[in-house]
């Protein structure tokens, strides 16, 4: 195996289009050792992009964020303004591991290695984050939503790089949140996971909402028929119920060690219901 | 694939070596630079036994490639007494008993006092999640929380 470090974009997207074998992108590498120790990959060249000063800038115009993919936990947590506008990204990034991987583990590679159960890409989803993704013909966004297509996998080409994830700028009265179920408290994988993005009127009546799940499918979803209970409420418990309803209608899990079918389906309506209160009174302020 | 040259600082000391690719810093550093302190317990960043510091963050060594170290400043629990002075960290768990095999001890001692440098008077609570990434499947960990909360104390008078 070949390692690289580049310094440049530039010289990270020459290594890939040359790339003879599999290349594979090393961010935080809190799952390719994984994986490297477990004899599960088995690359011809690692690319380690944490040297390229784009991918590690946190930058704000207007309100709008953008987030160098190689940012890690650690880093996104001791960022007060990005905090403030999206706590429900911020703290779905930081239930990743350890405080060990905590110091390791990036919202670039979280969104990449596409696990099912990634407790990011949810939180991504609700806050309509748009990935910034360069490769040998240019430049493209893709939404979080459609970079992981399965359990490991991703929509993204061998020689294209996830450089950057931006957030829209949004009113004043606006929050998102992240919750997960997990049965214990710290240091686990996500059982179910639910972020949910939304913003209120003066009279406290919800206008948008985007309901990211995690966990229960093959992939992370975006399901709009849940964001569509909360408009036009103010999260009475009609309004609750109907989301849980829904929700637990776009769950498709497997029964594994962490949960079966029938407790999943159920137990993501409840996280739905109280992932929606925080994000609410975040918003409400 | 040819070794790669490797020059980094570990403990305020430069190392140079030369690496495999597919080498973990875990591995360097007990293979190659002799220290041994760091232990591997599931080397797939599970049990912290491995806890080093890089550039000023707490990670497991056994997630990081021996080849990452090049131009970083990596802190072990080597460079953890001062001489034959133990840190005061060090002195609270033996006189807590806060250790029994001690395998995990090391990666422990390492994380408390990346914890102490962040956060001199953490609560219990707050002791207690930092090290949720610490394994030690022999003292039951309230030893270990009393050695860190009663050392924390101990650096705050100092």
Redesign the interface.
Known sequence: ???E?PQTLDAALSLLAGATGQARI?A???DI??Q???DTTDPDM?V?I?NISELRAITETDGAFTIGAVT?G?ELGENEAVKKMWPGVVEGLELI?????Q??ATIGGNLCNASPAADVIPALIAANAITNVVGPNGSREVAAEDIPVGPGKTSLAQDEIVVSISFPARGARAGDAYLRFIPRT??DIAVVGVGISLEVDEAGVCTQARVGLGAVAEKALLVPEAAATLIGTSLDDAAMEKLAAAISAACRPINDRRGTIEFRTDVAGVMARRTAKIAYDRAVG | ?AK?HVTTTVNNDEFEFLCE??A?MLDVLRDELNLTGSKEGC????C?AC?VV?DG????S????G??M?GKSIETIEGMADGEKLHPLQQQFLDHAALQCGICTPGVLV?AK??LEKNPDPTETEVR??????LCRCTGYDKIIRAVMDAAKEMRAA
């Not at chain 1, 591991?97 to 991987?101: A, E, H, P, Y």
């Open positions: 195996m070949q390692y470090a090393l935080g590498g809190t050792m994984v490297l120790h477990m690692l380690d944490k890690t650690a591991g350890s405080t060990q991987v110091g390791r710290e240091m | 694939m790669q690719p597919k973990s080397a797939t960043g599970d912290g806890s890089m963050r707490l990670v497991c056994c997630l990081v490639l080849v990452e090049e994380a990346a914890l999640y930092w090290l949720a990434g610490n």
